[in-house]
């Protein structure tokens, strides 16, 4: 943008001196020419070109700096940057990075050009030289993928954080655990419980059993005339079933 | 505006059907089977209805407390995974299907599920999934272990956790901004709803199952009560208490949602904006959202062609407020959407999915209880069988039923289960239930036997209900429901991701064999009824003729049917 506004502030100044010096209409013409080829290189939707969206009051809030030339300059820094880590583009300069079309939104395009400046380098080695190194242009600017956006270059997301185990599985095993010897342990108390119960009553049985072994024999049928075994059924009372007489 | 139905439908036939399973359990004190054949053989059929039908929500139910218990899992770390999408295999965007639906669905649908685009295609069965059904299962066996003891102590938590939960959801929710929004919609009345029958019919159908009623889940708890307790206040206390519950939980649930329709309507509104100053390359944050229908309607005076082709969405707040849907819907992608913009978001993920961890085995004990004791009763299984094993033994033939739900087609045939096996046999049992307490027992003697127990006798307006008012209501809302059901052909919606119109909800009709099953389902536990009143009477019929051949004169023969009280029954005269 700046390029061309000196461009035509030269091209006005040649055009108010008298066309007498030939050297500086050889020169003039060189201007006109470059500052041309330069407003064609860089165009919206012009052949290589990418847009570029920033978003730095979203980004930053109230410490948002102001999109100024000095910015532009970052900018074409970090392109240029990008672009020498490409093999056979290690001459990339700042002067080759054009921009053009700033608007307010923050919001812009570029073109990068070869040395001669006379055609731009291809879409497909742009774009790969931005994605290698996304990162870095992005922390030069505070911002980050949602907020320097480059239409028509998708980057490259972060790797999902997988530990080795996935946490779910620690936490299940804990919980598994404590289920699994809690219902061990109330099993094991309830089986406790019963030999105790168990254990009791036969102790009390052992000793009336020594009673009951004389079974006395009245004309010789053997009768036991009480059930001793304690808390067990009297046979003495009728049961629940046969209370009421069937119809 | 539910509120209305609610309450009509609690107070006429949630209060009464409760009130008589918890005076018959506690007045016969036998769990379902034997206090239906207790008060006539021919109605036994009721209590193995009853048991059946405990037996198949008890495995469906489960399985949606073992999905609960993932997410609680889940829930442990920071960032939340349901935050974000994966990145796709080349790490140039994120997953096709994530990109086309969100992240929260994906992860239920895909991560979790992994469901397949249609119920014919069963798929593998999912190993996480298992994994958390068995320790759901087991940890429903440490509660339910030796019955009553162990799970008296367990229901101190499992019953207080949800309400300090919810409190502190409530105090949360009221703070975030938009919460307002939320209360405003549930507590405004619609009058219009109220014409819609589906609206009555969902009314009575949440009433058993917030009661939990049909299930002989109460009439097992009531058998353990003393004679003597006062089973009517304690019917109305807690269907009342359970009704505040419910209210109490839906001004928690709303101010979330409010706040969570007010965000989407704002991040909207915001997409829309962003979409303007890109396109127009106006400055940053130049258009507020209170500008925003002014300023779109300048741009579309002056700039039609290109406003035309933005793609500008309606953002109406009204249309988030309704989008909240029900049931596992809910819980799994409203909520959990919802504490992904809540700040301390693995918190409030796992408060919410502890709750509903306890809240859903609070249930299953009383549906799990309602199988075990009459099996306890009846004797299925030798004296010297302990308790435990039992109890095992349920658990374990449960579990081993409950993982075809594990399989990648299992939440098409858990929402069969649910929409098929409940609903219908709960009216049906339900109705037989209040019809056979009051017109085969007698209402005078249930109401004598209530005197005893309470010390009074119960209020006309216990009888009328219980005598006219419930079954009439149950029989119409079991006939609506009937013609609702088969008023379109079964259908399903089925998650397929290559649908045209995906995210939305592929329509499907279900296959042949499936609608056998769904039908086996719906008559599977009421089909008890007829059989056992069908089997009984041959039995006695062949007693009557063996009687008749061996010995004409002696009539000494046991009746099996002496239980309290016989002699006011009316009998059949083969003897």
Redesign the interface.
């Known amino acids: 943008m700046a390029k061309a506004d000196l461009s035509a502030a030269w091209i006005f100044f040649f055009l108010t001196l008298p066309c007498v010096f030939h050297p500086e209409r050889m020169l003039w013409l060189l201007f006109f020419l470059v500052s041309a080829i330069h407003a064609e290189l860089c165009q919206p939707g012009a052949e290589n070109a990418f847009k570029v ?1 920033l ?4 980004a930053l809030g109230d410490k948002a700096y102001a999109w100024d030339t000095n910015e532009e300059y970052l900018f074409k820094a970090m392109v240029a940057f990008s672009m020498r880590k490409v093999p056979n583009r290690e001459a990339t300069e700042i002067s080759h990075v054009l921009l053009c079309n700033v ?5 812009f395009w570029f073109v990068v050009t070869d040395p001669s400046k006379n055609h731009t380098l291809p879409a497909v080695e742009v774009q790969s030289a931005i994605r290698m190194n996304k990162n870095r242009i992005n922390n030069a600017f505070f911002l980050n993928d949602q907020t320097l956006e480059f239409l028509k270059i ?7 954080m997988d530990p080795s185990v996935p ?2 599985i620690i ?2 095993g804990v ?2 655990c404590i ?2 010897v ?2 061990a342990l ?2 094991l108390s ?2 406790w419980q ?1 030999r105790r119960k168990n254990k009791e009553p036969s102790e009390v049985d052992d000793a009336e059993d020594k009673c009951e072994n004389m079974i006395t024999i009245e004309n010789g049928i053997p009768s036991d005339p009480l059930d001793m075994k304690g808390g067990h059924i009297n046979d003495a009372f009728m049961t629940e ?1 046969e209370r ?1 007489t ?2 | 505006a539910f509120l209305i139905p609610y309450v009509i439908a609690l107070v006429f036939e949630g209060i009464p059907i409760f009130h008589v399973e918890l005076a018959i359990g506690q007045r016969l004190r036998k769990g379902s089977v034997g206090v239906w054949t207790a008060i006539s053989p021919y109605l036994s059929g009721v209590g193995l209805g009853c048991v059946t039908l405990s037996f198949l929500i008890s495995l469906y139910y489960n399985t949606i407390v073992a999905w609960v218990l ?1 997410y609680l ?2 829930s ?2 920071h960032p939340l995974p349901w935050s974000s999408c ?2 796709d295999l080349n ?4 997953v096709e299907e994530c990109q086309g639906s969100s992240a929260v669905s994906y992860f239920w649908y895909r991560q979790t599920l992994n469901i397949t685009a249609d119920i014919n295609d069963s798929g593998s069965i999912q190993w996480w999934l298992l ?2 059904l068995a ?1 759901s299962w ?2 429903v ?2 509660c339910v ?2 019955g009553i003891e ?1 799970t008296g102590k367990v229901i101190y938590f499992t019953a207080l956790f949800p309400y300090l939960v919810l409190t502190i959801f409530l105090i949360r929710g009221l703070t975030l901004p938009g919460a307002t929004k939320g209360l405003i919609y549930l507590f405004t009345p619609n009058m219009h709803i109220l014409q819609n029958p589906r609206v009555w019919l969902d009314a009575a159908t949440q009433i058993f199952f917030s009661l939990s009623l049909a299930f002989g889940g109460h009439i097992a708890f009531a058998s353990y009560n003393s004679p003597r307790n006062d089973c009517q206040k304690d019917a109305v206390v807690i269907a009342l208490v359970n009704s505040m519950t419910s209210l109490y939980a839906s001004i928690a649930v709303f101010s979330v949602l409010g706040f969570k329709a007010t965000n989407d309507y704002e991040h909207c509104l915001d997409r829309n904006i962003l979409s303007l ?2 396109e127009f ?5 130049s258009i507020s959202r209170d500008d925003y229908p002014a300023v779109l309607m300048h741009l579309n005076a002056t700039w039609p062609k290109r406003v035309a082709q933005l793609p500008l969405k309606a953002c109406l707040l009204e249309d988030f407020l309704d989008k909240s849907a029900s049931g596992p819907g809910l819980a799994f992608i409203v909520f959990t959407e919802t504490v992904l913009h809540m700040p301390g978001a693995p918190v409030w993920a796992v408060l919410f999915f502890g709750m509903l961890f306890t809240l859903g085995l609070s249930t299953m004990f009383g549906t799990v209880e309602a199988v075990i004791t009459p099996l306890l009763d009846v004797g299925v299984l030798p004296r010297w069988v ?3 094993a039992l109890t095992g033994l349920v658990c374990l033939v449960c579990f081993l039923s409950a993982t075809c739900f594990t399989l990648q087609s299992g939440n098409y045939w858990l929402e069969i289960f649910d929409n098929f096996a409940a609903s219908l046999n709960l009216l049906m049992l339900a109705f037989l239930e209040v019809v056979g307490v009051v017109y085969v027992y007698g209402m005078k003697r249930f109401c004598d036997d209530i005197a005893w127990m309470t010390g009074r006798r119960p209020s006309p307006y216990w009888r009328l209900t219980w005598r006219v008012v419930s079954p009439l209501l149950l029989l119409t809302i079991f006939v609506a429901y009937i013609i609702l059901l088969f008023w379109k052909p079964l259908s399903y919606k089925a998650w397929n991701p290559k649908y045209e119109l995906f995210p939305s909800r592929q329509e499907k009709l279900y296959p042949g064999w499936v609608r056998a099953a769904c039908v086996l389902l719906s008559l599977l536990p009421v089909l008890w009824v007829p059989v056992a009143a069908l089997a009984q009477l041959l039995t006695r019929r062949r007693w009557t003729w063996r009687d008749r051949d061996a010995r004409p004169d002696t ?5 099996t049917d ?1 239980r309290p009280d ?1 002699d006011t029954r009316p009998d059949t005269d083969t ?1």
């Open positions: 969206r978003s730095i009051r979203t608007t307010q939104r923050v919001s998708p980057s490259t997301l972060a790797p999902p946490i779910w936490i299940f919980i598994f289920v699994i809690a219902i109330l099993i309830g089986i019963r079933d009421l069937p119809l | 993932w899992l889940n442990f770390q994966p990145p790490r140039t965007g994120f994994i958390c320790a087991a940890v066996y440490m272990i030796r162990t100053i890109n390359d106006f400055p940053e944050q302990p308790k435990e009539d000494m023969r046991l009746d002496t016989t003897r």
